[in-house]
């Protein structure tokens, strides 16, 4: 059973700064891609980033978030710096994780609410 964590979210003022965490813990052999993504309200990639460390980002949050993952601990992490009001969305972890066996199946977390207001 495997099972992605997030943590961090909160109330936070426009400009301001929050890191989020997620956590993959369970029968893991390999994971290959991590990413966030929020919804406000359709569903929309933030960023994401290979096990090797390569990184993608929506235009919206370009240099303002910063994603990165450590390996040894199976944890995806997103820094977000000059938080914007339209920011405020619910933010899902996503990975791709094989367990047992071959295929590496996607996994999504249960989210954690950002909201950015004054």
């Known amino acids: 059973q495997v099972q992605l964590v997030e943590s961090g979210g909160g109330l936070v003022q426009p400009g301001g700064s929050l890191r989020l965490s997620c956590a993959a813990s369970g029968i893991i052999n390999s994971i290959g891609d991590m990413g966030w993504y929020r919804q406000a309200p359709g569903r929309e990639l933030v960023a994401t980033i290979t096990?090797?460390?390569?990184?993608r980002y929506a235009d919206s949050v370009k240099g303002r978030f910063t994603i990165s993952r450590n390996n040894a601990n199976n944890t995806v992490y997103l820094q977000m710096n000059t938080l914007k009001p339209e920011d405020t969305a619910v933010y899902y972890c996503?990975?791709?994780?094989?367990?047992?066996?071959?295929?590496?199946?996607?996994?999504w977390g249960k989210g954690t609410l950002v909201t950015v207001s004054s």
């Open positions: 996503n990975a791709y994780i094989r367990s047992t066996g071959y295929v590496y199946d996607n996994y």
């Open positions: 096990r090797a460390g390569n990184t």
